[in-house]
């Protein structure tokens, strides 16, 4: 077991436990490792957990346990954990609509690398990304695993409305609109698949861990998919061995 993570207060009902202070596949896995083992043992003072990249927030009811023993609990689970595991066996695969009104900075993006549209979306949809965490909204992908070579600031002024299922680059990221809102991402695509329904469960279809793959698909492709995803008969599930 290596160096502990930091346990730092947050109000008075909620501490993060942290790790080092580094976006990367190894440090995500400590943070789902440990909230598999908390998951397991169920503590009854728990009342919530939300992973992210680098840190996981444990908020528990100060009714039933004081401060120092949530600590001392949580490093007596870190101690224990098992192997750090790989993730989801789950990957969900994402068909994308690129460029045109789906994706209007798809040629900005090609533009600032001096690059092709097609070699854009080449790069973008070949890696096999992970699920960091959620955030910003809900349901909303922070995913790793992009390649370097189609880094692009985030846009100077963002957008007031951005469509559901809009795919973005912001810097070294990229990720998924689940919802309309405003956003500052370079738009280069956007997915026919509803990523957050507060009527379905569980709501997201992404959680912590998962791998998301994304493939390109042409506007008729794009209004197929939709009717089969209205319809309830389309959620690009498929099973992917453990890497």
């Known amino acids: ?68 023993n949530v600590d001392k609990h949580l490093l007596e689970s870190w101690k224990v954990t098992p192997k750090i595991i790989d993730g989801s066996s789950r990957l969900i695969e994402i068909p994308t609509m690129y460029g045109g009104i789906r994706g209007p900075d798809l040629e900005f993006v090609a533009n600032y ?10 790069t973008h949809s070949e890696p096999v990304y992970q699920v960091y965490m959620l955030g910003f909204s809900p349901g909303f992908p922070y995913l ?49 698949l509803i990523l957050f329904d507060q009527d379905r469960e569980p709501p997201a279809i992404f959680a912590a861990g998962d791998k998301l793959k994304f493939f390109s698909i042409d506007e008729h492709e794009f209004t197929r998919i939709s009717k089969l995803v209205s319809s309830g008969k389309y959620y690009g599930f498929t099973e992917s061995t453990k890497s």
């Open 1 to 68: 077991m290596d160096n502990l993570p930091l346990i730092v207060q947050c109000g008075d009902r909620c501490v993060s436990v942290e790790f080092e202070n580094l976006i990367s596949p190894e440090v995500n896995k400590k943070v789902r490792s440990l909230l598999d083992v908390l998951d397991k043992k169920q503590f009854p003072w728990v009342t919530d957990m939300v992973p992210s990249y680098r840190s996981l927030l444990v908020c528990y009811d100060p009714n039933l346990i004081s401060k120092a």
């Open 113 to 122: 690398h001096g690059v092709d549209a097609e070699t854009i979306i080449a």
């Open 144 to 192: 790793g695993g992009m390649p370097e070579k189609i880094a692009t600031p985030r846009l100077e002024s963002p957008r007031k409305q951005v469509p559901a299922g809009s795919v973005g680059i912001a810097n070294q990221q990229t990720g998924i609109y689940p919802s309309i809102s405003p956003g500052g991402w370079r738009l280069i695509g956007q997915t026919p």
